[in-house]
């Protein structure tokens, strides 16, 4: 059974930063892409960030793109979003997702697990 777990969420100003980390089981963590979604009441989840297999690829967002950092540990089964110079529109919460292939990609239906969520909020 694969679980995927985020921690990191919370409350900060605009301008600070946050990371986020996800933490898979029960799949083989290496071979698979990783990404982070986010969504907020009334909207559709929306891609952030998304790293394939190996770690040396990665792909953004427009909207948080120089901002938001996506990297992973594979001897840690874990993904990470670090969010710098976060905005108030940034306040979603954010899902990790676990790829049905090594290769990141940008729509919901490429990834075959997900995680429970956390919240991130930015205040002006």
């Known amino acids: 059974q694969v679980q995927l777990v985020e921690s990191g969420g919370g409350s900060v100003q605009a301008g600070g930063s946050l990371r986020l980390s996800c933490t898979a089981s029960?799949?083989?963590?290496?071979?698979?892409?990783m990404g982070w979604f986010r969504q907020t009441p009334g909207k559709e989840r929306e891609f952030v960030a998304g790293?394939?297999?190996?770690?040396?690829?990665?792909i953004y967002a427009d909207s948080v793109k120089g901002r938001f950092l996506i990297s992973r540990a594979n001897t840690k089964n874990t993904v990470y979003l670090q969010m710098n110079s976060l905005k108030p529109e940034d306040t979603a919460v954010y899902y990790c997702a676990q790829g049905r292939t090594g290769n990141p990609k940008l729509t919901e239906d490429e990834y075959a697990y997900w995680g429970q969520g956390t919240q991130v909020t930015v205040s002006s």
């Open positions: 790293i394939i297999w190996h770690g040396s690829g990665t």
């Open positions: 029960g799949r083989t963590f290496s071979a698979y892409a």
